[in-house]
Each structure stands twice: as structure tokens, then as C-alpha cells.
């Protein structure tokens, strides 16, 4: 399967999270084509993710304001405490609605809004967690035609989320940690 004119990732992570991010995010190049945007379940409170990834990554790491427009070669942070969603017009939205599966921000809330926004252009990410949240999410972006990779259970920290997404989004590629990479950094070299 290969992405038709992918426009933006949403990668979504829980415990383990750094880790594998870590294994990613230094791995993109400063130029990177797509916009990036994630969301990790952390505690309500002041985040060092953005500070820690932009220190060892080439592309840029931020935490996105409200209404702001998603732009390539950017990496979004949700900040702790808010969903992150897409507008239709392509722009953040950052939103203190109620928590979805005990998440605030939440992986399907970004997936589901990106989804809309994008349809087929989006590439979405499951990684490591302990939790279902993004199960529902992938499946939105699977049914708007969008792809969906899925780090390989068997590997990841935490089994539960990519399990979970596998069990709702069956048709989702499965791949360690390097292959994702490896299918993020072939985004619109084609």
C-alpha cells in the first residue's frame, strides 16, 4: 500500500513514549516534507518533550498555539492537559474538552479531526502505550483512506496500544520502530 499525496502524521504514544520517539524524531531531516503532529498521554503539568526533542532533532519541535497553521518540516507537541485537533482549514486547534479514555490530549481526538482535514493524505502512527486510546482514531483514518502503521506489538514497551489499534484498524501495516522510520523518511520522495 502507498499513500496518495501524503499531506501530514499524527503519531500517537503513551508509556514508552520517549523511547520510541527518540528512535524517531532525530531520524527526520530539518527539510522533512510533512507537518508531524503528537500527542503523548502525560501528566497534567508542565511538559519537557518539546525541549527534549528539539534538542536532539534536526526538524523543528514546538508545542503549536491555538489557531496556528500546520506547516511542513514542523513537529507538534499537544501540550499537556489539551487535545490537539486539526481544522478543516488545516490550522491547531487546542481544546480542554472532557479527557477520552482518561486522556487529556488524546490520540483519537487528533486522529478523528485529522482524518476529516486530511482523508487520504494522512499517515497516522500507533506506538507503544498501555491504554486503547487511538484504536477508534486509527480506524477513522483508515476509513477516510488515510494509512495506518502500527509498531509491531511484539517489540514496542507496551503492548496494549498497538494491540488495541491492530484488533479495530486490521488492515494497518505492522513495522518495528526502524521501518516506521524508514516509510516516514519515504513520504514524498516519489
Known sequence: MSEA???AVV?????????????ILPRLPADYPLPVLIVVHVPDSPSGLVTLFASKSAVAVREPEDKEPIVPATVYVAPPGYHLLVE?????????D???LFSRPSIDVLFESAAESYGRGLVAV??????ED????????H????????????HAYAAT????????????????LDGIVDHLLNLGTS
Not at 503519531?11 to 528512535?23: C, K, Y
Not at 487511538?134 to 483514518?141: F, N, P, Q
Not at 484498524?169 to 518495528?176: E, F, M, Q
Open 5 to 7: 499525496d501524503p499531506r
Open 11 to 23: 503519531i500517537g504514544a503513551s508509556a514508552g513514549a520517549v523511547q520510541a520517539l527518540s528512535e
Open 88 to 96: 478543516p482549514d488545516r490550522s491547531i486547534a487546542l481544546s480542554t
Open 98 to 100: 472532557e479527557p477520552v
Open 126 to 131: 500507533i506506538l507503544t502505550g498501555a491504554n
Open 134 to 141: 487511538g484504536a477508534r482514531g486509527a480506524a477513522a483514518v
Open 143 to 154: 476509513a477516510a483512506g488515510g494509512t495506518v502503521l502500527v509498531e509491531d506489538p511484539a
Open 161 to 176: 496500544m498497538p494491540s488495541a489499534a491492530l484488533l479495530r484498524c486490521p488492515d494497518a501495516i505492522v513495522l518495528s
